[in-house]
């Protein structure tokens, strides 16, 4: 039996009431079913850990992750959340690229070792076989995570499946938008894709394909904890000390994100995160550099 | 007569996995009569942690898995702290129990709501656009007024799974992956605003998992009580334990121990053995114990089916997961099947985030959290605990001091596991056969018993 529109908000209306429950949730519901044009977006896994969709579904500061899915985008293939399995769900991914004019996601790095046979998608469906049938009809490819840009800890030595990020696949492409990160801070993809939608061209990107406005000052520069002990020369020289992390194996010289501003996990829309790696004593493990991890290993010292 | 089902992908879950179920009549219903489950990504974290700084494999082996960092973290403190001869102070352990603990329930929040509900559910009408279509539809869904509540859950879910993340941020820097546990401990340290903070979303979170989570299961099991009966698999269960409760880890909250031919027995890690028969890896690989194992891929080898290996613990099939854990604890023993999971994972939400409330009591603002021991040249260790989805082990060698050898035994690798070598099957291909399949272009019974496992197929291959 299906419910109609009105049958719906009455129910959800009666839900609210009886149970005390808040009314974002159901808002953001009328709204999806008020019939908005959302962007289409093809999200596809590779060698990769999941970790960028499960930072993803963390969003708050911009939208949570109801008003995204509900909303901002149409996600017409994720194998973690789509309700359809098997065939019925390629045909979703098939049918939107044949409409064209998707964002086109991809998390997790690409094996070439073995013609791809490292990683297989769907029968048949190598993932090196799936960015090459999915990349020419797409707007945007936007590289999630830093496998899927550079390769990440998918291409640690010895590269065992021979990764490569997206780029390293494709080539430079104008439509690629790497965004780094392991996992990816859920502000950078959301953020990134807010961009898209309203300017309808790619954010200022610097030589790693990565949009400035996130990734533009050198973790070490702005530091809270170097800052608040510049000059007294005060470092750590034991995990969990306070003090600079200089010493440990801190990453934060050769790293460009603005971690030591966003921080982690926000708790409410529009409000930055309350913890990240340094303000928690550990060191930067530079996470969202193309040269991560091989070139950032080993992350203590000590 | 005879059909074949490939689904592939299987959807809603970590990973890479394809199911296939060859289905016949038999006694006039129509029933799964073979399963084959296989693992259809490799990514060789084993190989690649070789030669690496023991220190770093917690950082490391933190992204075999987006959905249990942290289990693997803590995995890995152990097998080190094993190997270090070291083990936390009393903050560090229960900053590190609290970490899990948030992930814990996240995880149990996001698989209940998120992955597997809409099996259940037929949310046309309701959800009118990607991801939810298209979809099965089958005429035993909850439709209706209890479907559009249950959809209001779920988007409720999505902020409480979001909150557990929040909280488990305040000692573990961010989630996923954390930054803070290290071998000997943590590097965040304890104050009385982050016990606070804490104190505040778990209390809001405990809320949601009494008042909506466990109605919401148990109403489940109301509603399809031919689940109950349905996805039994092998019947034996194994579980690490977790949660440690004294520094040494000799008592947990959750204890080790399985259950298996009908008798209750304790854990020896020697006793555990991955075969490779149906498995793409070489001979070599196979037939050996984690401490000595060994992992070569093999490409198109004849036969083999997944790049999951099939881990035994003394030659039998072993299942594992939150029912397992609260199965040996004596929580849970209503019975084994695909609806007795998703109850028992719904319940040990409720176990762990009550006695995460406790917890915060045992921290001491301005006491150690770290314990600090430099590198061996040359040692061994081996760290068991449990991941959301079931009994997880790290295996380290050490030389030089540098890791001469790391293996990784993860929960789904247990569940999803092809055939071994005796020829047993894995516990969800066991599950599946017997399974009735109404209708064939949309075998959500299938789906439902491979959902109530929880698979996570980027920790099985890992």
């Known amino acids: 039996m299906n419910i109609t529109r009105r049958d719906f908000l009455r129910a959800s209306a009666a839900i609210v009431a009886a149970r005390g429950l808040k009314e974002s949730g159901v808002f953001a519901l009328q709204q999806a079913l008020a019939g908005q044009t959302a962007v289409p977006v093809i999200w596809l896994q590779g060698l990769g850990c999941n970790g960028d969709s499960v930072s993803l579904l963390n969003t708050i500061y911009y939208a949570s992750a109801d008003e995204l899915l509900l909303n901002t985008i149409d996600l017409e293939y994720h194998p973690t959340v789509m309700a359809a399995a098997g065939d019925l769900a390629v045909s979703a991914a098939e049918d939107t690229e044949v409409a064209g004019g998707y964002v086109l996601v991809i998390e997790g790095a690409i094996p070439t070792g073995a013609d791809g046979a490292y990683c297989t998608i769907w029968e048949g469906m190598t993932m090196q076989n799936a960015l090459t049938t999915f990349a020419p009809n797409a707007s945007f490819i936007l590289a999630v995570g830093t496998c899927a840009a550079y390769g990440g800890m998918s291409a640690g030595a010895p590269n065992p499946t021979m990764c490569k990020g997206v780029t390293g696949v494709l080539g430079n492409l104008a439509k690629i938008i790497n965004i780094p990160g392991c996992p990816a801070h859920p502000d950078w993809i959301v953020g990134t894709i807010s961009y898209l939608l309203e300017n309808g061209q790619a954010p200022p990107l610097d030589a790693n394909r990565r949009p400035l406005m996130y990734f533009g000052n050198r973790i070490h520069d702005w530091c809270y904890d170097r800052r608040r002990f510049c000059g007294t020369n005060y470092k750590a020289t034991q995990l969990s000390q306070p003090g600079c992390l200089q010493n440990l194996g801190c990453k934060g010289p050769q790293t460009y994100a603005d971690c030591y501003m966003r921080k982690f996990n926000s708790g409410e829309k529009g409000r930055f995160g309350g913890n990240w790696c340094i303000g928690a004593r550990s060191p930067c493990q530079g996470c969202v550099q193309p040269n991560y991890p091989d070139g950032m290993s080993p992350f203590f010292a000590g | ?462």
């Open chain 2, 1 to 462: 007569m005879a059909t074949t089902i490939k689904v592939d992908p299987l959807t809603r879950i970590e990973g890479h996995l394809a199911v296939e179920v060859n289905i016949e009549s038999v006694g006039g219903t129509q029933q799964v009569v073979d399963a084959k489950c296989s693992g259809t990504a490799f990514r060789g974290f084993e190989p690649i942690l070789a030669n690496r700084d023991p220190r770093d494999a917690v950082y490391y082996t933190q992204r075999i898995c987006g959905v249990c960092p942290t289990s693997h973290a803590q995995a890995s403190a152990l097998c080190l702290e094993q190997a270090f001869g070291v083990t936390p102070p009393t903050n560090g352990r229960v900053i590190r129990n609290l970490i899990l603990g948030a992930d814990h329930i996240q995880s149990h929040v996001l698989h209940f709501y998120h992955l597997a509900a809409l099996d259940y559910i037929n949310t046309t009408g309701i959800l009118n656009k990607g991801p939810w279509v298209p979809r099965y539809v089958t005429s035993d869904m909850i439709s209706g007024p209890t479907a559009s509540m249950l959809v209001e859950h779920y988007v409720q879910a999505l902020a409480i799974r979001r909150k557990a993340h929040e909280m488990g941020a305040i000692f573990g820097a961010k989630l996923p992956c954390n930054s803070t546990i290290v071998c000997g401990g943590t590097t965040e340290v304890v104050s009385a605003e982050k016990i606070n903070d804490f104190r505040a979303l778990l209390t809001e979170i405990r809320a949601f998992v009494d008042d909506v989570y466990i109605p919401d299961v148990q109403a489940l099991g109301s509603l399809f009580p031919q689940y109950f009966s349905l996805g039994a698999g092998c019947g034996n269960l194994l579980a690490f334990g977790v949660f440690d409760l004294d520094n040494a880890g000799n008592t947990k909250l959750l204890a080790r121990g399985r259950y298996t031919e009908g008798a209750y027995g304790s854990v020896d890690p020697a006793q555990i053995v991955e075969y490779v028969k149906y498995s793409w890896y070489t001979d070599a690989s196979g037939n050996k114990n984690p401490a000595v194992g060994i992992t070569e891929p093999y490409v198109g080898k004849p036969g083999a089916y997944s790049w999951d290996k099939a881990p035994r613990y003394a030659s039998k099939v072993h299942e594992a997961g939150p029912l397992a854990r609260m199965w040996v604890n004596g929580d849970y023993r209503n019975g084994v099947s695909a609806m007795d999971r998703l109850v028992a994972r719904a319940l040990e939400s409720k176990k762990v985030a009550d006695a995460m409330d406790g917890w915060l009591n045992e921290l001491v603002v301005s006491s150690p959290v770290y314990n600090q021991k430099s590198v061996p040249v040359s040692a061994t260790g081996v760290g068991l605990t449990e991941a959301p989805r079931g009994a997880l082990a790290h295996w380290i060698q050490i030389s030089g001091s540098k890791i001469a050898r790391y293996q990784v035994v993860t929960p789904t690798s247990w569940n999803a596991s092809p055939k071994d070598d005796l020829e047993q099957k894995g516990p969800i291909e066991q599950a599946l056969i017997g399974a009735p399949v109404a209708d064939t272009a949309q075998p959500i019974e299938v789906l439902r018993i491979v959902h109530s496992f929880d698979p996570c197929l980027a920790c099985t291959v890992h």
